[in-house]
């Protein structure tokens, strides 16, 4: 699971195929799960991924509801 929040937090494109590549390698006796992971959620990656959602200004702002921000913000300290 580390491996996979290092793939998802990666900081720039390069790092993130490196820690892609490394998690495959990992899971590469697990049957398909590599193919499901690429062709489920990696294809999307520009909407989850640091690497391209940090390109954008906001604010640390990481949830679509303000509420749930607001709540966040809260319960973190």
């Not at 491996?3 to 998690?23: I, N, S």
């Not at 390698?25 to 991924?49: C, G, M, P, S």
């Amino acid at each position: 699971m580390a491996q996979w929040h290092g793939v998802v937090q990666a900081a720039t494109p390069g790092q993130f195929e490196e820690r892609w590549a490394a998690l495959q390698q990992t899971v590469a006796n697990i049957t398909h799960l590599a193919e499901y992971i690429a062709d489920t959620w990696l294809r999307h990656k520009e909407l989850f991924v640091s690497a391209w959602v940090d390109e954008f200004t906001h604010f640390g702002t990481v949830s679509t509801s303000r509420a749930e921000g607001a709540h966040w913000v809260l319960k973190r300290n």
